[in-house]
């Protein structure tokens, strides 16, 4: 399974635009990139998935460039609500587990 | 949006009595997962369930462990003799078709053995 490296933290304002990027140098040709948030006593949450380039959904944007090494997750204009742990995950499309990281913990300020 | 349902919320146990964590996945969902998180500490994983079966499972999940899909809606995790190490917020998640798609978690089941 491939490592990833990210932040440990971040400290961003509301309105503003919020990029965490992610490292993955040993990704595999089936692997596919997947953030998740996690609030406070409550259960990771899938945000984003993207195999190559850009993916947009209505709450983010995943950018992930050719050799796809690293990823960015982008959040537009943050709200105080959006503070939480992000976890960028690799897994491979046809195994069965995901494993965790550290995260990065956003803190939004007003 | 289709959820997870955890239950109980909170379990208090004395150590060494046995656990049962209950779950009910998503329903058209075939690949179902625990985790448990320590406070202040990383989701951690320990086993996933597909076609009746574990298809793997960490190191975490010794003997003491195992989980069950007993009537084709329940997921369950059983800790047979529980430690005080085990004390943390077990998380339940399902798929629809493995780890390509998103993973739908439920809100966890706080477990402090004492």
């Known amino acids: 399974l491939a490592k990833t490296t990210q932040p440990i933290s971040m400290d961003s304002y509301e309105g503003q635009e919020v990029n965490i990027t992610c490292s993955h140098n040993?990704?595999?040709?089936?692997?596919?990139i997947t953030w998740y948030q996690q609030f406070p006593s409550q259960g990771p949450r899938f945000i984003i998935q993207?195999?190559?380039t850009k993916v947009t959904n209505e709450v983010a944007s995943l950018f992930i460039p050719a050799d796809r090494k690293s990823s960015t997750l982008s959040l537009p204009r943050v709200s105080l609500s959006d503070t939480a742990v992000y976890y960028c995950?690799?897994?491979?499309?046809?195994?069965?587990?995901?494993?965790f990281g550290k995260g990065t913990r956003l803190h939004i300020l007003p | 949006e289709p959820e997870v349902t955890q239950t109980p919320s909170h379990q208090v146990t004395q150590m060494g009595q046995e656990v049962i964590l209950r779950c009910v996945p998503i329903?058209?969902?075939?690949?179902f997962y625990w985790y448990r998180q320590i406070l202040g500490q990383k989701v951690e994983f320990l086993v996933s369930?597909?076609?009746?079966?574990?298809?793997?499972k960490s190191e975490i999940f010794d003997d003491q462990f195992s989980v069950e899909r007993p009537d084709g809606s329940n997921f369950t995790l059983k800790i047979r003799s529980t430690k005080l190490e085990d004390s943390a917020m077990y998380f339940c998640?399902?798929?629809?078709?493995?780890?390509?798609?998103?993973?739908?978690f439920g809100s966890g089941t706080q477990l402090s053995v004492l």
């Open positions: 329903s058209n969902h075939l690949y």
């Open positions: 993207g195999y190559k």
């Open positions: 040993n990704i595999a040709t089936n692997d596919y």
């Open positions: 995950l690799v897994a491979m499309n046809r195994d069965d587990k995901i494993i």
């Open positions: 998640a399902s798929s629809g078709a493995g780890v390509n798609e998103k993973l739908f």
């Open positions: 369930f597909y076609n009746n079966e574990i298809s793997e």
